[in-house]
């Protein structure tokens, strides 16, 4: 039975959804863990970008408790921003580049992982490498370390649990450095053994807080502390300019496409406010649209 969730206008839950491998232009299918082992989440959008609706159905081997049920709602209303009111973003600034994009891309809202953790994973997978060469190497991390669940004759993975990236040989397998699966390997150990709780550190009043705590993980520094931060929770005031790919679309949209240095891009930023991660990931998305 399909659970109706309302989110806050505006939100164009095909645009949105439009950036994951998993959505197939109609349904947007998120593998999750439970306690009753993988669910798979069938997304589909429902009404209109100023009334907008989701229909949630979950998949599952095992029959879900009401627990279980209510805690996937709830994850799947985090990981795509329900609450977030966008309105406010878009009375934010005066900047008419941004505020043209805003309108293109009316409805656009940033789909966040499921944890801290696999963000943190996909930000040092990306660490000084193309984000083609990347997602294939963090598909062949899910297809290896993930549980598989099957639907419709296709297989998902869930996202590894921490346990299971242990092995840095394995790692290494999927197309990592030694470096990278060294970090990896070693934040996963500390989040399974209990001695990293990745998770509280969404609680903290300021990001910069949270930054500190990440970048006092080995392998982890500003680049990939802001990387995780805008992957993994709706904090928008981070914005990692030493980004080849973000640089390469300030530059597009406000510079004819010239290089630019790191201080043209945090100064083209400082219009944004404390909406300049969100305000990057629209220029990204323009880019991918060739708006």
Aim: proline share 3%; charged share 30%; net charge negative.
């Amino acid at each position: 039975m399909a659970v109706i969730l309302k989110a806050k206008p505006p939100f164009d839950f095909r645009l949105s959804a439009g950036i994951s491998r998993d959505f197939d232009g109609e349904e947007l299918r998120l593998p999750l863990r439970s306690e009753a082992g993988a669910v798979l989440v069938r997304i589909r959008g429902e009404g209109t970008v100023e009334e907008p609706e989701l229909s949630v159905e979950l998949e599952s081997k095992e029959a879900l408790s009401g627990t279980e049920r209510n805690w996937a709602i709830a994850t799947v209303s985090r990981m795509m921003n329900l609450d977030m009111n966008l309105r406010d973003f878009y009375e934010s600034t005066d900047d008419e580049v941004l505020l043209n994009l805003m309108v293109a891309l009316r409805g656009l809202k940033v789909i966040h992982t499921s944890s801290v953790f696999e963000a943190l994973v996909y930000a040092i997978t990306e660490q000084q490498i193309s984000l083609n060469v990347a997602m294939k190497i963090e598909q062949r991390i899910a297809e290896r370390f993930g549980e598989p669940i099957d639907f419709g004759g296709e297989r998902y993975h869930v996202f590894p649990e921490p346990e299971r990236l242990n092995s840095i040989e394995d790692l290494k397998r999927c197309g990592l450095s030694t470096r990278k699966a060294e970090y990896i390997r070693d934040i996963s150990t500390a989040v399974s053994e209990g001695r990293l709780e990745l998770e509280n550190i969404r609680d903290h009043e300021r990001t910069e807080e949270i930054i500190e705590d990440l970048c006092a993980l080995r392998g982890i520094g500003q680049w990939t502390a802001k990387m995780t931060v805008m992957r993994s929770m709706p904090r928008y005031d981070v914005l990692p300019a030493d980004d080849v790919g973000i640089r390469r679309c300030i530059s597009r949209y406000y510079f004819n496409g010239e290089r630019i240095s790191q201080q043209q891009a945090e100064e083209t930023a400082g219009r944004w406010g404390a909406y300049k991660g969100l305000a990057a990931y629209y220029l990204v998305r323009a880019t991918m649209l060739g708006l």
